[in-house]
């Protein structure tokens, strides 16, 4: 595996039906290039929260996710309100989601600190009223 | 233990649908209804005891790799959360049991 390979989603605002569709499918690919195991959970899970974080709280958007030799690069861009305190955000436990998206099984405020956890770079940019953008970086360790 | 194996070991368990990968091990039993932690918790080739039938289990069990969904307490998937298991080809049982009952006796059964 040599060469860059981009991959494009689009993610709709409460779809949860197709919630989950866009990790599905990079796991599915990851899996086939013989990525490291460990590597794609991290990925898979880092991507889903990310995912079901714009299915919740934005109004849609799109999901890049850029696969090279050393690195997985994922950039979600959504339109939406906006993360008002990030650092908050980050805190496990703390959720701005509904009831009705608890009852699903989510909205426990594990989201963002979940992607934490599970990638090696996370940068967050966030305009109120306009919406949020995560970087997220998954290393890929060389075969030994 | 494989999943085939599982499959036809438990009396107690109704089989809601065969997925696929049937030769793949599992491992140990894993309660838990919270989605998120479920995500960032589940071992590999769990055998997932929970309450939660949604589409969204579907995924998680998915992305992390279980080999299998238990639901406990008599709870099931609606028509179009079974067809996209199907599609998924994942392996769902059901039972009536309690979670932690349920759960025990596949403990019990793995280690046994």
Redesign the interface.
């Known amino acids: 595996m040599n060469e860059r390979i981009t991959l494009k989603y689009d993610v709709h605002c409460d779809d949860f039906t197709r919630a989950g569709e866009a990790s599905s499918s990079v796991k599915r690919k990851l899996k086939l290039m013989g990525v490291n195991p460990d590597v794609i959970r991290k990925v898979a899970i880092a991507l889903y929260e990310g995912e079901i974080n714009m299915v919740i709280h934005s109004y849609g958007g799109t999901i890049e996710v850029i696969i090279s030799p050393s690195v997985i690069e994922m950039i979600l861009r959504d339109t939406g309100p906006g993360i008002k305190d990030i650092e908050l955000a980050m805190q496990a436990g703390y959720s701005t989601a509904p009831d009705n998206i608890r009852s699903l099984g989510f909205g426990a405020g594990m989201g963002l600190p979940n992607i934490k956890k599970y990638t090696d770079d996370l940068k967050i940019e966030s305009e109120m009223g306009i919406g949020t953008t995560l970087r997220m970086l998954v290393y890929i360790p060389l075969e030994e | 233990m494989t999943l085939e194996n599982f499959i036809n070991i438990f009396d107690e368990l109704e089989l809601v649908n065969k997925g696929e990968e049937l030769d793949r091990e599992v491992t140990k039993p894993y309660c838990c ?8 918790k589940m071992p ?1 080739g769990a055998a997932w005891v929970t309450v ?1 039938a ?7 069990a ?4 279980a080999a299998c969904i238990i639901l406990a307490e008599g709870c099931n998937f609606d028509e ?1 959360s079974l067809e ?1 298991a199907k599609e ?1 080809g994942i392996t769902i049982l059901r039972s009536h049991m309690p979670v932690f009952e349920c759960a025990l006796m596949i403990y019990k059964k793995l280690n046994g």
């Open positions: 209804d919270l989605l998120s932690i479920a995500m960032s590999q939660m949604n589409v969204n289990t579907l995924a998680v998915s992305l992390t790799d179009a996209k998924k």
